[in-house]
């Protein structure tokens, strides 16, 4: 019968008490844990300073549910996208950025198995939420995309960004948890200014976020700067309106030292004209933010077309005539659809 508890989902404290009541001396959790966290061992078989009856002790009352490396995909701009198999079978999907230039590695990770969002220009939209991910589930897409990137580059990844497949905050607690094991010295020791949550929009649980959290960088995926195009796009927004989005971004300015940005996706004669910048300038006003123009990439059974790059530039001139600081992304791995919005276990 298979072991029933789930290693990793404990806390230190936890599993502290879980090994005191198997026998195990006081100081052994602290090295069952930094095996787990700092040296990112999925195997009770390495953790070689336990005995072989501790070791078969630990096998026979827990399991570790490891993540694993199903196949990867190398885009013609560098981006790479990696599928990884759950323990129960179901895919996710990462993707590394290179800007070799800038010395920046960032790893985008999943939060959630599919979506349980319905974003319209989004293919992991169309999955459906398939389940939650657990925190060492989100850790373990860093500890391997992170190998990955000490074997190619010979560097580590630099930043992380929850802009994957999923809602963050609607996993919120195992998402905060991934994140407080990856800002630990006792694991990779991540400055949470490297750490970027990218939301479509959950005003309570970003005020929330700014009550639990101080340094974490806020995105939010606007792409509409108003209520009536932003509901057609993005169905989260009837019942987390722009008003009340603005209202949770002030506070979350107010209450947390991590910067606020806007994604938005320029979609042609939709969001991308002059009346369009003008409430985009409005939604500029009321704290620091910077706004990120993202290039829309094709998903299949979506009739949005892209911006051309003339709209585009006029469109950022406009806004950034306002003082407000704006850049124009090509998106990135496109060809291997690993770009924003096209994360769905293709291959
Ligand atoms: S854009 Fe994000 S929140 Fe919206 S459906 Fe896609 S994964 Fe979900």
Known sequence: MRNTTDILS?????????????GFQKYRAKQVSDWLWKHAVRSF?????????????????????????????????????????????????????????????????????GCSLTCSFCATGKMGLLR???????????VLVNQYCLERYEKKLSNIV??????????YKNVLHSISRLTSDKGPNLSSRRITISTAGISKMIKKLADDNKGINLALSLHAANDEKRVEMMPINES???????DALTYYSKNSSGKISYE????EHFNDTAADAKNLIRLCSRFHVTVNIIEYNPVKGVEYEKSSEDRINSFAKQVRDHGIMITVRKS????????????????
Do not use: W
Request: with cysteine; hydrophobic share 40%.
């Open 240 to 246: 987390n309106n722009l008003s009340s989005l603005m």
């Open 45 to 113: 078989d390495l953790m070689t300073n336990l005995s072989k009856e501790n070791r078969q002790l630990l096998s026979e009352k827990f399991f570790i549910p490891a993540i694993t490396l199903d196949t990867h995909q190398i885009s013609m701009d560098g981006t790479v996208k990696f599928r990884f198999k759950l323990h129960d079978g179901k895919m996710i999907e990462s993707v590394l950025i290179p800007v070799d230039e800038k010395d920046r590695y960032t790893v985008c990770v999943s939060s959630q198995a």
């Open 332 to 347: 990135r791995g496109k060809d291997i659809d690993a770009a924003c919005g096209q994360l769905a276990n293709k291959s």
């Open 162 to 171: 929850f802009m994957g497949m999923g809602e963050p905050l609607l996993n």
């Open 10 to 22: 404990l806390t230190d404290e936890q599993l502290s008490e879980s090994l005191i009541s198997l």
């Open 264 to 267: 938005y996706i320029a979609f």
């Open 132 to 142: 939650q991910l657990t925190a060492s589930e989100i850790f373990d897409q860093y």
